[in-house]
């Protein structure tokens, strides 16, 4: 079992250019979310999927793009990636509120670099 | 802005003692969780517990929560030296679907 799979695991760009982060779960849960780490800053919630065709903005969402066209993809876009994006980026996933819970499933990260 | 606060920031201490971590957060919950990170890994969870309930316990660990003092702490009992890891609490709002971390606190458990 798979759960969360995130490409690239590590990438850098120049500024300007775009690129797409890829998140995948297998567990067929509803709920997925991307989130990025900065040092002394925790996790900052991006944006977040409820289910396929519906997604909303979380804390810091300026600078990315995401879709949810299938059940289980997420992708983040960057698109025009700046110095302050470089970041280590998690994307999570949840069956939701199923039992009241809402633990959520990460993936590796990708870590990116914006020169 | 993230609700839940951790706190020390950091700890280190040797192996075989406990390890306490706090975290205080700011409005009404559904439920706390406690997650662990390894270095370079993603967030793995740890525990769940629930606004009606005051403690938990899982193998080596115990979690309190007060909700009228909104605050929460996470017992680690005898601890080893693979227990070494950034911790962090998260909170899920009632009639939300995400969940708000804070900041963590590292630990460091010396053999």
């Known amino acids: 079992n798979a759960g969360v799979t995130q490409t690239p695991k590590f990438q850098v760009l120049k500024t300007g250019q775009s690129m797409t982060l890829q998140c995948a779960q297998d567990?067929?849960?509803?709920?997925m979310s991307w989130y990025r780490q900065d040092p002394g800053m925790g996790l900052r919630l991006i944006h977040y999927?409820?289910?396929?065709?519906?997604?909303d903005q979380g804390e810091v969402p300026n600078g990315y793009n995401v879709s949810r066209s299938t059940t289980e993809d997420f992708p983040l876009r960057l698109l025009s990636a700046a110095p302050s994006q470089t970041s280590v980026y998690f994307c999570?996933?949840?069956?939701?509120?199923?039992?009241?819970?809402?633990?959520?499933?990460f993936g590796a990260g990708t870590r990116l670099s914006v020169l | 802005s993230q609700q839940g606060e951790e706190d020390p920031q950091a700890l280190s201490i040797q192996e075989g003692e406990n390890a306490t971590m706090n975290c205080s957060y700011k409005?009404?919950?559904?439920?706390l969780q406690w997650y662990r990170q390894n270095s370079g890994r993603g967030l793995v969870h740890l525990i769940l517990?629930?606004?009606?309930?005051r403690e938990k316990h899982s193998g080596r660990l115990r979690v309190t929560l007060d909700t009228s003092k909104k605050s929460s702490s996470l017992l680690i009992t005898a601890s080893r030296a693979a227990d070494t890891a950034s911790y962090f609490c998260a909170t899920s709002a009632s009639g939300y679907s995400t969940l708000t971390f804070g900041k963590g606190t590292m630990l460091l458990v010396s053999p």
């Open positions: 567990m067929n849960h509803e709920y």
């Open positions: 999570a996933s949840s069956s939701g509120y199923r039992g009241g819970k809402n633990i959520q499933y």
């Open positions: 517990i629930r606004s009606n309930e």
């Open positions: 409005t009404s919950i559904n439920n």
């Open positions: 999927s409820v289910g396929a065709g519906i997604t």
